[in-house]
């Protein structure tokens, strides 16, 4: 199994500027995914990040509005950017651990509140 | 286009009654279908997946799952309920398009009371 830490695990942002969420992973993995859970919703994927290259964006999802950076295989950031009320969320971070057989496992999210 | 959907927004079982939580899919090719737990305040946990070999899968908690590809369903079962099974629970497909993408269905909101 993986271990996926996340932080922050919670905070409360201002409207109009931005925060950076960081996953880490207890073990070397190819990709690491983001996703967003709006309030009530389910799961809608972000971008997929892997490390040495620029991340492959969802439709929908900006790089603008969620930089992200994938410096090593253990490691990433998401950015939120400019927040507005909108991007209150869930945010969580979610790789398939090599070796695994195929298990695709999630961090504990960084719930975010936006005022 | 590969889909997941979960027919009940909420279920309810009384408290050592057998539960299941419907989920059907559509998608191209051989599915990775998964099921995963979210109790309030927390992240997503994984309790099984069905990715080939026997129908019935079995995972974490005493839930197991069962695979019927004629019917494109991957209901999640438990023959006796916990109260402490109360969470949302979220079917999901791996998307073809890409490894390790998951395409999730809107969730079940499974309330056991005593």
């Known amino acids: 199994s993986a271990v996926i830490s996340q932080k922050p695990s919670r905070d409360i942002c201002q409207r109009g500027t931005s925060l950076t969420i960081q996953c880490q992973v207890d073990?070397?993995?190819?990709?690491m995914f983001w996703y967003r859970q709006q309030p009530g919703q389910s799961l809608t994927l972000i971008a997929t990040?892997?490390?040495?290259?620029?991340?492959?964006?969802e439709s929908g999802f900006v790089i603008d509005k969620f930089p992200i950076s994938r410096p090593n295989l253990t490691f990433s950031t998401l950015t939120v950017s400019n927040m507005s009320p909108e991007d209150s969320s869930i945010y969580l971070c979610?790789?398939?651990?090599?070796?695994?057989?195929?298990?695709?496992?999630f961090g504990e999210g960084s719930w975010l509140t936006v005022v | 286009a590969q889909s997941v959907a979960q027919p009940e927004d909420q279920v309810n079982v009384a408290e050592g009654n057998p539960l299941t939580v419907k989920c059907t899919y559509s998608?191209?090719?051989?599915?990775?279908l998964f099921w995963y737990v979210q109790y309030p305040n927390r992240g997503l946990q994984f309790l099984l997946k069905?990715?080939?070999?026997?129908?019935l899968v079995k995972g974490s908690y005493g839930f197991e799952a069962e695979f019927n590809k004629s019917q494109t369903s991957f209901h999640l079962k438990k023959p006796s309920a916990l109260v402490s099974d109360s969470a949302l629970y979220f079917c999901?497909?791996?998307?073809?398009?890409?490894?390790?993408?998951?395409?999730f269905g809107q969730g079940t909101t499974l309330q056991v009371k005593p």
């Open positions: 979610s790789v398939e651990s090599d070796g695994s057989g195929n298990t695709i496992y």
């Open positions: 073990s070397q993995v190819t990709m």
């Open positions: 990040a892997n490390q040495g290259s620029e991340a492959t964006y």
């Open positions: 998608v191209s090719g051989n599915p990775y």
């Open positions: 069905y990715i080939t070999g026997d129908n």
């Open positions: 999901a497909v791996r998307d073809n398009q890409g490894a390790g993408k998951l395409i």
